[in-house]
């Protein structure tokens, strides 16, 4: 399994919640299991008091995007390895359900969660995923999406780090914004040549009375 795809853990849960816009969809036991997407067998863990533990986790995993966001990478780190000391997993070569054409597995690298509960064993996954993505890319590759009022996260990984955006809908919707206000400065500009102008000719007028 991809290292990426856990890091993708991370970003989905805090996307969950968008502060700004005071909207939680975290509200019940049925929308953590959907967090897990294919792996049933975890989802299947999870009940009603899951609900108040993911949301703690997901302010946590915030917290280590906002540092980043802010440029501050040893606030960063010091957040994420908090979180991977009270949630550890043990990396595992696994090969199930990979078979290459002669029939034999396909080995990669599994991190296996021993959890005591579907939290546990999510945001152990999470950070570690989220740890090997900015120890391979960089702290600067984690970001908060600038199309205000948005700030969802997302993991940056172009090849210039030039994302800015979580998603194409909100840069689409942040050009369009910037195209506005760059006409409204523009027409703006316009109408004060014009009443300069304007007054000018006035005073010309005046003083040729």
């Given amino acids: 399994m991809e290292l990426a795809y856990y890091a993708d853990y991370a970003v989905r849960l805090v996307n969950t919640d968008e502060p700004v816009r005071g ?6 036991v049925d929308t953590v299991r959907e967090l897990f997407g294919g ?29 980043a966001d802010d440029g501050d990478e040893t606030l960063a780190v010091d ?13 595992q070569i696994s090969g199930h359900d990979f078979r290459d054409d002669d029939g034999r597995p396909l080995w990669h690298m599994h991190l296996a969660d021993h959890p005591s509960n579907a939290t546990a064993g999510y945001a152990a996954i999470a950070a570690m995923g989220l740890a090997f993505h900015l120890t391979e890319h960089g702290v600067d590759r984690l970001g908060l999406c600038e199309a205000a009022p948005c700030r969802n996260a997302y993991l940056d990984t172009s090849t210039n780090r030039s994302r800015r955006y979580c998603s194409d809908r909100c840069a689409t919707r942040a050009n369009v914004a910037a195209y506005r206000a ?11 040549t014009g009443r300069t102008a304007d007054s000018t000719q006035r005073t010309s007028a005046n003083g040729d009375r």
């Fill in 23 to 28: 909207k939680d969809t975290l509200t019940s």
């Fill in 39 to 67: 792996n049933q067998s975890a989802a299947r863990r999870a009940t009603d008091a899951d609900v108040t533990r993911f949301r703690s986790v997901r302010a946590r995993l915030r917290a280590v995007f906002e540092a």
């Fill in 79 to 91: 957040l994420l390895n908090s979180l991977l000391l009270e949630f550890p997993v043990s990396p």
């Fill in 182 to 192: 760059r006409k409204r400065l523009a027409a703006d500009g316009s109408a004060e």
